[in-house]
């Protein structure tokens, strides 16, 4: 299948900064990538729709201030963290698909820590 | 936007038993359901998906089954092996790609 490689898979980071998590389908142009969240022992969380070239659609209650989506590819999507405090501590993970309604492929996941 | 709920949120099962999960999806539009297997820590891995114009799929000792008219479906394992011990999710899609997951079961197979 299609590899997508995240990174940092962890990151550790203080209180107040910013933390950029990169997403990159390496065999395929993923026109779409998606982001996650989730808690420990939770489902996942759809945060945002990133298109390639277009703002991201963020879903209700996601800060788009907060969290920084960019698609300037077709195989790589950032998300960055603004301003991060511990509440925004999860396991982060991205998603790309080649077509409409086929498989889903998702990245390695980062877990950010923030302190 | 879709709903997806999920039953039940553990499931124990002995070796070599089966084990069903069972969702429910809401929104009729929906036309693509996929289930992952997700082990601590690692990324969801697709183990079997099927489309809303097929019934039913089996892959090995895994099947799902679909009933539109109900919009429910479920995972079917068979012959369970401790290494199917994992946290299992549903979801679901309609056109725009996104899927909706379900709260996931945590299945544990007993030796």
């Known amino acids: 299948g299609a590899v997508v490689s995240q990174h940092p898979s962890r990151v550790i980071c203080k209180s107040g900064t910013s933390v950029k998590i990169e997403c990159r389908s390496l065999?395929?142009?993923?026109?779409?990538m998606f982001w996650y969240r989730q808690f420990p022992k939770k489902s996942l969380m759809l945060m945002a729709t990133?298109?390639?070239?277009?703002?991201?659609?963020?879903e209700q209650g996601v800060e788009k201030d907060k969290f920084l989506i960019n698609h300037a590819s077709l195989t790589l999507s950032t998300l960055t963290v603004t301003s991060a405090h511990p509440e925004d501590s999860s396991f982060y993970i991205c998603s790309g698909t080649l077509y409409m309604n086929t498989e889903a492929f998702f990245g390695q996941g980062t877990r950010l820590t923030v302190v | 936007g879709e709903n997806v709920e999920q039953h039940p949120s553990t499931l124990s099962v002995q070796e070599g038993d089966s084990a069903v999960i069972k969702c429910t999806y809401s929104?009729?539009?929906?036309?693509?359901f996929p289930w992952y297997k997700q082990e601590l820590g690692k990324r969801p891995q697709l183990i079997i998906d099927i489309r809303s114009n097929v019934g039913e799929k089996k892959d090995q000792r895994i099947a799902v089954t679909l009933n539109k008219t109900a919009k429910h479906f479920s995972l079917h394992i068979t012959e369970t092996q401790p290494e199917d011990s994992a946290v299992y999710f549903c979801?679901?899609?309609?056109?725009?790609?996104?899927?909706?997951f379900g709260a996931g079961t945590t299945v544990t197979v007993r030796a």
């Open positions: 929104d009729s539009a929906s036309n693509y």
């Open positions: 979801a679901a899609s309609m056109m725009d790609y996104k899927l909706s």
């Open positions: 065999d395929f142009q993923a026109t779409t």
């Open positions: 990133s298109n390639e070239g277009s703002k991201a659609t963020y």
